[in-house]
């Protein structure tokens, strides 16, 4: 929580009390990024709080609650600060929060590198500005949550947007093949991301069966796992 806690002392510093948005945040923290096709880029990540699935193999539990509220500029500040050469708002679910497009808007406005939005797929992804790349959740059977995807975010995909589907074993890999030919999806998107749940699948495997049905997307590793990171 080492990027929280520099957040506060900014905010205490504020004290323009003027209109500017704010977002609940769980966490701040500079890490590799792992699951897209940006992964193996530093990034700063900014975790908003509030999550409204409860998927089973969720590893980010501790954004369910309240973090701490907190204005967009001192984000893009910290931002700006850091090294990384990306940025991704994360969650929870980020766009449950209102101020979720001022944030992603500014962290793009402040100019030249790529911001990224993790979404599950539940929220309509039209409120993610322009030129801001998705990255959306196809949820799975062994989710069990799959039934809260929005179905007309296919339909919204932009072409630098990407799928991820988590696989937590054979039946989600045949059931996200199916929803991959049935929606044509690498024709939809930038990239079509099948990720094995760490630990539990592995990706040799997924990787071969990717090969034996030719299937057009990419075999995922959680890559900031795999380097013992954040
Ligand atoms: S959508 Fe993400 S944060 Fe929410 S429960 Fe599922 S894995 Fe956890």
Known sequence: MRGQ?????????RRDGGLIATVNVCE???????????????CYFIRLAGCNLRCRYCDTTYAYVPGLDVPVPDLVAEFRASK??????????????????ELAAALRDQGGKPVLVETNGSMDISAIPAGVIAIMDV?????????????????????QDE???VLSDRQDYEWAG???????????????????VFGKLPAKEVGQWILDDGLP???QVQLHKALGMK
């Open 5 to 13: 806690r520099s957040i506060r002392r900014r905010r205490n510093a």
């Open 28 to 42: 701040t923290f500079v890490s590799i990024q792992g699951e897209s096709t940006y992964a193996g880029l530093s």
């Open 84 to 101: 990384a050469a990306i940025v991704e708002i994360t969650g929870g679910e980020p766009l449950l929060q209102p101020g979720f497009r």
């Open 139 to 159: 949820k799975c059977p062994g989710s069990g949550v799959s039934e809260a995807m929005d179905p007309a975010n296919i339909g919204r995909l932009r072409p």
């Open 163 to 165: 799928v991820k589907f």
């Open 178 to 196: 199916d929803f991959v030919r049935r929606h044509n999806l690498p024709t939809r998107c930038h990239a079509v991301l099948f990720s094995p």
């Open 217 to 219: 997307v990419r075999v």
